[in-house]
């Protein structure tokens, strides 16, 4: 992929300083945990990736063309539908976007919005920790409880996570799996992005 070295250095950048929060905030990832963020880890970088696509639009240079726009949807429209995003189905569709739809200048501005990102995330964990508040570390694309949540969908208290069954399911499929286009603010602002590019 054409900046997957960007992309990777913004996400191990990000997970590494997750890491350090959870640790000051005495909150300690387990094994399992880890396992469980790294298999996750293409569902990530592909929420990412979506999340960042409507700011190209906010440029007339990087913005997508009509053919740009149709490819897109086809994928974008299709990642909406599914219980669960596997971490295969999400390397292919990231493939897509980066190698057959999107420009050089296009991935450049992207890579650029990835790297800001990164460091709003580290300027906002800087300044909850020094105002002393507490918590887990927030994975970026990945609901609470996604990560931390063991086998039998219970937190560590023992208690089962509220909106999940006893599977761990979470938004459906397998234990760990969600989808991060369906609900929430990623959701949202895919439904808002759809129909921009409807328009095209």
Known sequence: ??????????LLT?????QQGAQSTRTQMTP???????????????AETVRLLPELEKNKATAVSKAQARSLLSILTTLQKPAAVS??????????????ILSDKQLT???????????????RRAQTQRSGQTGR???PGMPFGAVGQN???????????????????????????????????TADALNAYVKVLQKK
Request: glycine share 12%; no cysteine; net charge positive.
């Open 109 to 123: 501005a992207l890579d650029s919005l990835m790297l800001k990102a990164e460091q709003e995330r580290a300027a």
């Open 137 to 139: 570390a927030r994975i």
């Open 32 to 46: 399992e945990m880890r396992a469980r963020m790294a298999q996750m880890q293409p569902v990530l970088d592909l």
């Open 87 to 100: 971490p295969n189905d999400a390397k292919k569709y990231l493939t897509q976007i980066e190698d057959k």
């Open 1 to 10: 992929m054409k900046h997957a070295a960007v992309l990777t250095l913004t």
């Open 14 to 18: 990000g997970l590494a300083s997750a």
């Open 151 to 185: 086998a039998g969908g219970q937190n560590r208290s023992g208690q089962t996570q509220g909106g999940q069954n006893q599977a761990g399911q979470g938004t459906g499929g397998r234990p760990g799996q969600f989808n991060p286009f369906r609900q929430g603010r």
